[in-house]
């Protein structure tokens, strides 16, 4: 199973996660980031409200093939109980997705804030043509957990082997 991992991390933690999954599944790892840095001071400011409002950053990297993928794993912290506006201009920069299986997690302060943020982001993959196979949450606590990383490792690459 080929698989790529496209992930936004802002305070580090959704990286941490992304590169244990890279790791583990021999992936490739791709890192989008906003063309206009936030500031320090504006990030959650700023950054929540365009969550909220569903809005799209221009990323870099502008454009994410995916055609030669088996699994597409798409990772985003949670601000306001949204997407981040990062991993929302990641998904519109994706190509070749249709019929794709694709993983969503996310990463936040509270599980019930992943948990408002699931089917947004789901329903936005699968506009693109993604098909959904699963999703987790991980919140404060379990983005440091090694056992609840592992089980999440072993369930995309039992979904990505049913290819």
């Not at 790529?4 to 933690?13: A, D, E, M, R, W």
């Not at 790892?29 to 400011?45: F, G, H, I």
């Not at 700023?46 to 995916?66: L, S, T």
């Not at 190509?95 to 089917?119: D, I, M, R």
Request: charged share 25%.
């Amino acid at each position: 199973m080929k698989t790529i991992i496209i992930f936004h991390s802002h305070s580090g933690k959704t990286k941490q996660v992304a590169e244990k999954i890279k790791n583990s599944l021999s992936g490739d790892l791709v890192e989008v980031s906003p063309k206009q840095a936030y500031s320090s001071l504006m990030v959650y400011p700023k950054g929540c409200y365009r969550a909220m409002k569903g809005e799209v950053d221009d990323i870099n990297p502008e454009k994410i093939d995916v055609v030669e993928y088996d699994m597409v794993v798409i990772a985003s912290p949670v601000w306001a109980g949204k997407p981040t506006p990062v991993i929302n201009g990641a998904i519109k920069a994706l190509n070749g997705c249709s019929g794709k299986k694709a993983w969503l997690f996310l990463t936040c302060g509270a599980e019930n804030s992943g948990k408002e943020a699931v089917p947004i982001f789901k329903a936005r993959l699968e506009d693109m043509g993604l098909v959904v196979s699963g999703e987790t949450v991980l919140d404060k606590t379990h983005v440091h957990d090694q056992v609840v990383i592992e089980d999440l490792i072993s369930k995309i690459r039992t979904v990505g082997d049913m290819a």
